[in-house]
Every structure is written in structure tokens, then in C-alpha cells.
């Protein structure tokens, strides 16, 4: 699935859930590259190898690392840049593994509270880490990271536990208290409430997006960096939302 340079999938292998969320860098498009294709080419990548069983659970770091490398190897053209977050819940071991690389990334809510997130990777202001390949000859001149520099971690999950896994239009425009809030509004596990609260997340998010007027997260950081910013950051938005319940088939 896309959403303007955003991507995402969703797959299940055996007793692994596993969700990915994508971010295409939006400067290729000065260079005539479409964004958007490196970043749904990564996440097709990686749904087809969960979906082959191509991967360990307790290493999606491994996922990122052999999509990427198939990726470099494409006999099809492919030039662009992506961050990415890979996030795998083993329901044999209760654990969450997860890989992010940039500023996309995931968030664990238990009782109204963020008990587990990832780290945001910048190499200096609005500049993640990310995952590129650069048309041939300008491979030193494009900002490049290894996907084994992936920030990873392994957490045991408990039943009832919210998982929102989200691209950094979400986290540049909604701080932890306000994603909280809408989370509270969710009353049951079943598949249309999450659907409904994750879509308001996201529209939330798009509005304050385009506020000029809103200290958001982004122009904070901005001022930390000694930028006079205000306003939210227009972004494309994706929001996975999932919650651990009992498995049924």
C-alpha cells in the first residue's frame, strides 16, 4: 500500500505478525525521480520475503537488510531514498521485535501510557537516516545508510497493549499527549473501532500539518536547532494501528 511517498504492508508468516511503514525522501523529485517508488518498492519487498518465510522473527533487521540488497542487485532501474521501520510480533514469545532506520517509527501504549518507542535517527536536523541507491557514479554524493545500522530493540508485549506504527508525518505534528488522547477513545479491540481511530490519528495530524500558527513537535525541534519555525509540517501521514489480543485463526 501507498500513500503519496509513504508506503506500508502488513503480512503474517506462521505465529509472526509483521507490519513496515516507509518513508520516500521527497528530494529525488527535483532530480525527476518519483519518490514514492523506492519507498513501495522497499515494502513490496519486504511483505513478499515475510510472506515466503524468508525472514527470523527475532531479526527483522534481517528483513530490511536482505530486501535492500535485492533492491541494490534489481535488474529493473531503481534510484530514491527511504527511511523505514520494521516491527514483528512473535505470538509464540509474546515479544515485539522491532528495526528502525530514520524517523519513522513505532510507539507501545499500556494503560495510557508510552512504556516501549523507538529512537529517531538524524544525522543533523531534518536529515534521517535512510536506505538509498544513487544512479551510477554519484554513490558518494547521495546520503546513504547501511540497513545493519538499523536502531533495534526486543520487547515483551502483554495482551490489551496498543501498537502504533507511524511515519514522521505523524510524530512531526502530534506530540505523545495528543496521540494518547485519541488512543483513549478506543473502546474495544475489534477491527472497526482500530480502523476508526487510526483514521483520526492520521486527519488529526493532517490538520495540525497545515496550521501556521501551532508549535508542533517539528518546529520544536526546529528552535532546538536555532531555527525561528512555527507552524505543523506538511507531510505525507501513515498510521498502522494494531492491538495484542488472543489469536484466533
Not at 531479526?59 to 537488510?65: D, K
Not at 515485539?96 to 499500556?110: C, E, I, P, Y
Not at 499527549?177 to 481511530?197: C, G, H, P
Amino acid at each position: 500500500m501507498c500513500y503519496g511517498d509513504d508506503a506500508c504492508f502488513i503480512a503474517r508468516h506462521r505465529s509472526a505478525d509483521v507490519l513496515g511503514v516507509a518513508d520516500g525522501v521527497g528530494g529525488w523529485r527535483d532530480y525527476g525521480v518519483d519518490p514514492s517508488q523506492f519507498s513501495s518498492t522497499l515494502m513490496k519487498t519486504c511483505e513478499r520475503l515475510v510472506k515466503e518465510g524468508r525472514f527470523v522473527p527475532s531479526n527483522p533487521v534481517g528483513v530490511l537488510t536482505t530486501s535492500y540488497y535485492e533492491l541494490l542487485q534489481n535488474k529493473v532501474p531503481l534510484l530514491g531514498s527511504s527511511t523505514a521501520c520494521i516491527v514483528v510480533l512473535d505470538r509464540q514469545s509474546h515479544q515485539l521485535h522491532t528495526a528502525n532506520l530514520g524517523d519513522s517509527g513505532f510507539l507501545v501504549v499500556r494503560g495510557g501510557e508510552v512504556v516501549h518507542r523507538s529512537d529517531e535517527q538524524q544525522h543533523y536536523f531534518n536529515t534521517p537516516f535512510q536506505l538509498s541507491i544513487a544512479p551510477p557514479g554519484a554513490e558518494g554524493a547521495v546520503l546513504s545508510d547501511s540497513p545493519e545500522s538499523a536502531d533495534s530493540s526486543s520487547f515483551d508485549v502483554q495482551l490489551g497493549d496498543i501498537i502504533l506504527t507511524a511515519t514522521d508525518g505523524l510524530f512531526d505534528n502530534m506530540p505523545d499527549y495528543m496521540i494518547l488522547q485519541e488512543l483513549k477513545k478506543l473502546k474495544n479491540s475489534n477491527y472497526e473501532s482500530i480502523q476508526q481511530t487510526a483514521r483520526s490519528i492520521a486527519e488529526q495530524a493532517h490538520v495540525l500539518a497545515y496550521d501556521p500558527n501551532y508549535m508542533s513537535p517539528f518546529a520544536q525541534f526546529a528552535c532546538d536547532n536555532g531555527l525561528n519555525v512555527r507552524g505543523g509540517k506538511p507531510d505525507d501521514i501513515t498510521v498502522l494501528l494494531s492491538i495484542v489480543a488472543e489469536y484466533t485463526d
